[in-house]
């Protein structure tokens, strides 16, 4: 019983997460951005001490159900694990113990303290699950759901519905596109061969939590007087933690998944309190049940403990019409990088983002991808290529579980300065082809571009545009918008430090 619990709360996790990553269309982040924000790490950055202190109590009372339950990388294992075991009938009790490789656990960890507190952000979150996990969902699933999403779209076209609608399928970064993928075979293999290696030699939030396991309140633990020594529990633990020859469990691998208790035949291993007053043997049969009825318990307040949101209605995703389309220019060269409205600074974006890429996943205007810089790679960045930073458009701020991007509404938004534009008349099409535009300035939502005459003196003469830098926001609205190619007329540099206007 408990480890069904177990599976059916790690598939609701599972999918509810994967899904944050595929839908485009952002709807889904109202019902299930909790998912998110309830990561370690995530929350570990966005200084939101109450899910940190109710994921360190929650492995305290019950162990690592995290790791089994919540994190979706770990799940991704188990799930490749299965498969595995599923392929051959031996291959299902393939595992063995092995002890526990503590140098290489608290090695990788330090590293991972010390990579981030210097700044080297793009080495640390190789190794962050949650953030692994979002790169592989958004470089490498997302693409396969969006190309079936068009597919379903041509079909309702021919079928007249509008139920689906098309939407552009491109690589964001080749180079976040490349982790993802040797991300997933490393993993995929690891979880293949060895069920949890990763999680427990490398994954610096299973050493956090493992610590603390140790003393966990409830967890399973081994009846010598019933156990046989068959071995069977050991070969089907895929976190090689159970040493039968000490009849002895290490906690700070065991992920609570329950496989073992469904394993054994005799009852030996249940899932029981090991502090107070202990059972003799003579009450240990009419204790059992007392016993699994506590770790049911133990499952249900866990779920509740990390699964409780509010529910606020979905938003529809509004997209932008009456516009003609036109070739993509080339990225300009930014002296400063963009970062979104909720940043508060450059600074703040870099220390805080894990580079899961939720962000980029649900950006209706295709303004955020994966940086390619060597110091913020992976991490986000804007740029107005293929769309512009819509001002009512706060889905980055409202997704971001890190506090990378805070939270902020669409009142704020349109006062907040990322950046602000710069002009190069030297590419502006009114002095290289001699025609009329004013597309920059028609289309400023805040009226920071005005046309003035090339020569104040004729009445007659061609208009172009100036940039009150007071009123520009950064939208990127004027550079998106620009005829001239291959390098617009016009171009946001960011801000260092955000302001309101």
């Known amino acids: 019983m408990l480890r069904k619990i177990r599976v059916v709360l790690a598939a609701v996790f599972f999918v509810g997460i994967t899904l944050l990553f595929l839908d485009f269309t952002g709807t889904l982040h109202a019902w299930l951005g909790w998912m998110a924000k309830v990561q370690f790490l995530p929350a570990v950055l966005a200084l939101n001490f ?30 490749i694990s299965w498969i595995h075991g599923k392929t051959k009938k031996k291959n299902r009790f393939r595992f063995s113990y ?24 793009s080495v640390a979150v190789l190794v962050a699950p949650y953030s692994a996990y979002g790169r592989i969902a958004s470089n490498l699933l997302a693409p ?48 293949w061969k060895n069920g949890r ?14 610590f603390f396991a140790k003393f966990s309140l409830f967890a399973p633990v081994i009846n010598t007087e019933k156990c046989r020594n068959c071995g069977l529990c050991g070969k089907q633990c895929k976190a090689a933690c159970i040493n039968m020859k000490e009849h002895e469990i290490d906690l700070s691998r065991c992920v609570a998944c329950m496989d073992c208790i469904d394993t054994c035949k005799e009852g030996a291993i249940s899932y029981t309190r090991r502090y107070g007053k202990k059972c003799t043997s003579k009450c240990e049969d009419i204790k059992k049940e007392e016993n699994v009825d506590k770790g ?19 938003q529809e995703m509004k997209v932008d019409g009456g516009l003609a389309a036109i070739a993509r220019a080339e990225k300009p060269e930014r002296q400063t990088p963009l970062v979104p ?5 450059v600074k703040n974006f870099s220390d805080h983002c894990t580079a899961c890429q939720l962000c980029v996943s649900v950006c209706p205007n295709q303004v955020l ?16 290529e293929r769309g512009y930073c819509r001002p009512e458009c706060t889905k980055c701020s409202d997704v971001c579980p890190a506090g990378a991007i805070r939270p902020i509404t669409r009142e704020e938004k349109s006062s907040i300065q990322i950046g602000h534009a710069v002009v190069n008349l030297a590419n502006c099409v009114v002095n290289t082809d001699e025609v009329k535009c004013g597309n920059c300035a028609r289309h400023c939502p805040v009226g920071a ?33 620009c005829p001239a190619r291959p390098f617009t007329a016009i171009h946001v540099e960011g801000h260092e430090v955000h302001k309101y206007i």
Not at 369 to 384: A, D, G, H, V
Not at 461 to 481: D, F, Q
Request: hydrophobic share 50%; charged share 15%; net charge positive.
């Open 449 to 481: 571009i005005r046309m003035v005459r090339k020569d104040p003196d004729n009445k007659e003469s061609l208009m172009i545009p100036t940039v009150n830098e007071e009123k520009c926001i950064g939208c990127g609205a004027c550079e998106n918008l």
């Open 296 to 314: 049911r318990r133990a499952f249900i307040v866990s779920s509740a403990i990390v699964g409780t949101a509010a529910t606020v209605k979905a």
């Open 144 to 191: 396969i759901y969006q190309w079936g999403n068009n597919f379903f779209a041509w079909i309702a076209e021919r079928a007249g519905s509008y139920a689906f609608y098309s939407v552009e399928v491109w690589i964001k970064s080749t180079a976040t596109f490349a982790v993802a993928a040797a991300t997933l075979v490393v993993v995929g293999f690891l979880a």
């Open 369 to 384: 991808r994966p940086s390619t810089s060597l110091m913020t790679l992976m991490q986000p960045e804007m740029s107005y």
């Open 197 to 210: 290696t990763w999680c427990n030699t490398i994954c610096p939030v299973g050493t956090v939590l493992g």
């Open 98 to 121: 092995s002890p526990a490789k503590k140098w290489l656990r608290y090695a990788v960890l330090i590293a991972f303290i010390i990579t981030f507190a210097f700044g080297a952000h």
């Open 50 to 79: 109450g899910v940190v202190a109710a994921l360190l109590i929650l492995t305290l009372l019950f162990g690592r159900v995290y790791c089994s339950v919540i994190c979706p990388l770990g799940v991704m294992q188990d799930i």
């Open 341 to 345: 409205a909720g940043s508060l600074s």
